[in-house]
Structures are given as C-alpha cells and as structure tokens.
C-alpha cells in the first residue's frame, strides 16, 4: 500500500512541480490565455514540460503496478491507470506537432478533452465508492476547472492554464488523497484464510 501511496504522490508531485517551474520560466502562457501543453512549444520550457509529463507517465504505471500486487481485485483498476498512462503519453507527444497546423492542433485539444473524459470517469467511481464531503469538494474542484477550461477555449473568459491547472489539481487530490482510501477499505473487504 505504502508503494502504491508513493508512485501517487510522486506523479503528481512530479506534474505540478515541474509545471510550476514552466510557468516562471513563460509566465506568458499563464497571463495569455495559453494551455499547459503551450510550454512544449517553447524553447525554455520543453526539457521541465517534457520532465513533468515522462515522470507523472512513469509513476502512474509504477502504480499501476503497486495495484497489482495488492491483489487480483484490483486488476481493472491497474488495466485504467495502465490506459490512463497511455492517453497521457498521446496527449503529452501531440502537443510537438501543434505548430505545422490546425490539424494537429485539432488532434491535440481532441485527444486533451478524451484524457479529461477519461479521468472523469475515475473521479466519479470514487464519488460512489467513497461518498462523502472532501471527495465531492475535490471532484467540485476537477469539475470547476475543466469548465474554466472550456470557457477559455471558446474564449469567454481567459484563463485557459488556471483551468486546466484547477482541473488537474481536483483530480491530483482524488488521487492522492481519495483512492488509497478506497482501495483500504476494499482490502479490508478481503476474507482472512483460517
């Protein structure tokens, strides 16, 4: 369990932090209307934007594999995360082609909205797994940036990276905070062998 809590934390303390980074170095992106993926394209970001996308990719499939080793209970929900690793690598290498063209940005902000989708998904099980006050205040949260988000794209508002960013954050707390609760009372669960 211990090893399931690290790779969690070390994911999302990977994405947010070296994210974070990026944005001191083209605060341009944040006060433009611009997305997170706007730091692969930049020349002072790529190396931290890359960083942030490869170590939350890695720690999410050494979760993945911590979930297996729990037990066989928690195998579709290791085959998730194992998906989720790659839909984040999808969207992670999109994100270079975006400057040939519409097409590609295209691709991206589709394929972006799919990973939203995606963890959604994720965020509502745990809803219903674990109904109570701080899970619904951290889906809320995933929820109220996702939709800043999209507010932003069809710019009616600008504030396209705090969205995102807010919308990360709900989903890093469901996460971080949320699941290996879940996953504690389902291995409490277990019938003991006599």
């Known amino acids: 369990m211990q090893r399931l809590k690290r790779n969690l934390w070390l994911s999302q303390i990977n994405l947010f932090g070296w994210l974070i980074i990026c944005s001191f170095l083209a605060s341009s992106v944040v006060t433009k209307n611009g997305g997170v993926s706007n730091y692969g394209n930049h020349y002072s970001t790529v190396v931290f934007y890359s960083i942030a996308f490869i170590a939350d990719i890695v720690y999410l499939d050494l979760a993945a594999e911590s979930l297996m080793m729990l037990g066989k209970q928690f195998k579709y929900l290791s085959r998730y995360f194992s998906l989720l690793c790659a839909i984040t690598l999808v969207v992670f290498i999109s994100t270079f082609p975006r400057r040939f063209g519409v097409i590609f940005t295209d691709i991206h902000d589709n394929i972006s909205i799919a990973l939203f989708d995606y963890e959604l998904l994720l965020a509502i ?28 794209a069809i710019h009616k508002i600008h504030l396209m990276f705090v969205g995102q960013m807010l919308g990360a954050l709900g989903f890093a707390l469901l996460l971080v905070l949320i699941l290996p609760k879940v996953i504690e009372t389902e291995l409490a669960k277990r019938p003991t062998k006599r």
């Open 125 to 152: 099980w745990l809803a219903f797994k674990r109904p109570k006050l701080d899970t619904f205040g951290y889906l809320l949260v995933m929820v109220s940036g996702s939709l800043v988000a999209l507010l932003s």
